[in-house]
């Protein structure tokens, strides 16, 4: 049975920070790109991050360039994104995906930003 389970979310301060984790199982992890998405209240979903299978290709929104960093353990079919300098904009449900063969979705983790 195929999985991602986010975690890792929460409430946080405008300049604070938050690291989500997704946890795969079920699929050859190492050999899928692996991206985190977002969707905020009323707004489409938007790609926030994008990893290579091997971990050395990395690409990100120019919203979140500097303050986010998308990072992966193959041994531990964990995929990361550190999250700092976050704003009110930030504040999303943040959603792992995995692509190669096909295509797999996590049920999200939501990250509120507010003061």
């Known amino acids: 049975q195929v999985q991602l389970v986010e975690s890792g979310g929460g409430l946080v301060r405008p300049g604070g920070s938050l690291r989500l984790s997704c946890v795969a199982s079920?699929?050859?992890?190492?050999?899928?790109?692996m991206r985190w998405y977002r969707q905020a209240p009323g707004k489409e979903r938007e790609l926030v991050a994008r990893?290579?299978?091997?971990?050395?290709?990395?690409n990100y929104a120019d919203s979140v360039k500097g303050r986010f960093t998308i990072s992966r353990d193959n041994a531990k079919a964990t995929v990361y994104l550190e999250m700092s300098s976050l704003k009110l904009e930030d504040t999303a449900v943040y959603y792992c995906?995995?692509?190669?063969?096909?295509?797999?979705w996590g049920q999200g983790t939501q990250v509120t930003v507010s003061s």
């Open positions: 995906h995995a692509s190669f063969q096909r295509e797999y």
């Open positions: 079920g699929f050859a992890f190492s050999i899928y790109a």
């Open positions: 990893i290579s299978s091997t971990g050395g290709s990395t």
